[in-house]
């Protein structure tokens, strides 16, 4: 079953964590204008960039684009610096999320809060967000719709794979290049017109935004203590209802996958975090996604499906997708996809297995990006966890029916 964004970023917007908590971020409803968005939420408060900064703290809350920073140290570094560049990203290339289309769909005013609170407090030179094709237009009217947010520059993303990493977002803005570039200095110091340039997920904004009005407290009164809060997951593959769902973020696996109409329990094996993310059993599906969530992905592989030969699509379009310009991608990420490719298809089986954790191990921390690092964690999981297959494989037969 597919569905995408196409077809139902508002009205496709499942229902928020009902039973579990009432919705936060979603709280204004489906494609929320700004009357809408004001009487859910109230007005901002006027905090001061030290309050603020305060809150976050208190709040625990993380950055929710994959690599789950705190959110109060990245703004906390960012101040005493020149006026710095901020960024809302939501390019979103990851092909099995929609979540941050959603969200921009559904509550455009509440990431545009986060964002100018942000640029606000930080006394940013220029404010901008880097928006995926089907946001662009969801976005402009929500703009449109206030007299604060003139000043917020809209970029359409290109919409490959890396188009959202961090370094690929300041490169495409500067030079219209959508690529990771190999940096001597952080982007926090130097990156775009060479300022101090801050770069956030559009949930994290919006997370943020809840924060600034509610306060630290109030966020953390649900989820995981380390990662409080909510967190928004796309769900995909074999359950009922493909969607985007707000779940706090300490519930476990199986409960996220069966809001979807699926059951973890049945499954061959579940993606955690996407195509950078790392496979799971079904076993491990009673606890909850924890660091392994990324930026909310989560894909159930049903029983009958071959983890290997998914894997080795996934490899195959992770080697398709960097330019080439690090010798892991150059280099290693199509031996890698070579070797998943014999896995899929039984070929010299044992021997393809070794290699493959060979060369996972020789492209990891190697790249200028963290792009070979992700390859590698997805490659690794899934010899882990469908070595069952390997060793049908090896054996000529697949026990799996659907590849
Ligand atoms: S590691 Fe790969 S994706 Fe990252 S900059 Fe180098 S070639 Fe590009």
Redo the contacts with the bound molecule.
Sequence with gaps: MTTTVDDQPAGGLPGPSAGVIPPRVFAAGRAATSRAHTAAFGPRRALSRDELLGELQRSGLTGRGGAAFPVHRKLAAAVGRRAPVIIGNGSEGEPWSWKDAVLLANAPHLVLDGLLTVSAALGARRTILYLDRRSVAPVAAAIAERSDAGGVELFEADDRF?AG?ATAVVNAIQNGVA????RVRRLTESGLDRRPTLVHNVETLAQLALVERYGGDWFRAVGDPTQPGTRLVTVTGDVAAEGVFEVPTDLDVASVVARAGGEARLASGVLLGGYHGQWITAGETTAPPGDRAGAGVVHVLGAQRCGLAVTARIVAELAE??????G???FG?PALAARFADLAAGRLTPQAAAEAARLAEAVDGR??????DGAARLARSALRVFARDVHAHAEGRCVRSIR
């Design positions: 890396i990493e690529l990771p570039v190999d997708a960097s330019a080439g310009q690090c892991p991608c150059l990420l790249g200028a990006c963290h792009h070979p």
